[in-house]
């Protein structure tokens, strides 16, 4: 079992900008390190809860580790996001006769 699931590993904004960052490319510690206004410590932290939620995969090379985006995980959230989407979609049906009532009375 992992140690971070996927939701608290994308509640960060940083880490969520990590995995925008690693999304197309695969990329060291020093190149991410680059993206972000703070330590290479600080960055390898967020890069182990990624890793940890299975977001990211690392692979050393020489004396360098790369990671790359791991979206599989990313399902999960997915699928909880469209759960919820019964009521947006009602919401937004609500507001839309609201506004189109509202202009019929002008």
């Known amino acids: 079992m992992s140690k971070y699931d996927v939701f608290q590993a994308v509640a960060d904004p940083t880490r969520r900008k990590m995995l925008k960052l690693l999304a197309d490319k695969e990329m060291s510690i020093a190149a991410i390190t680059e ?22 995969t ?10 790359k ?8 959230l997915k699928d909880w996001l469209v759960f919820f989407e019964q009521y947006w979609d009602e919401k937004l049906s609500v ?9 019929d009375s002008d």
């Open 35 to 56: 993206c972000f206004p703070m330590s290479r410590t600080a960055v390898n932290k967020h890069l182990l809860v990624l890793f940890q939620a299975g977001l990211v």
């Open 69 to 76: 985006l791991q979206p599989e995980p990313l399902v999960k």
């Open 95 to 103: 507001l839309k006769e609201y506004v189109e009532d509202d202009n």
């Open 58 to 67: 690392r692979q050393r090379s020489g004396k360098e580790t790369r990671y």
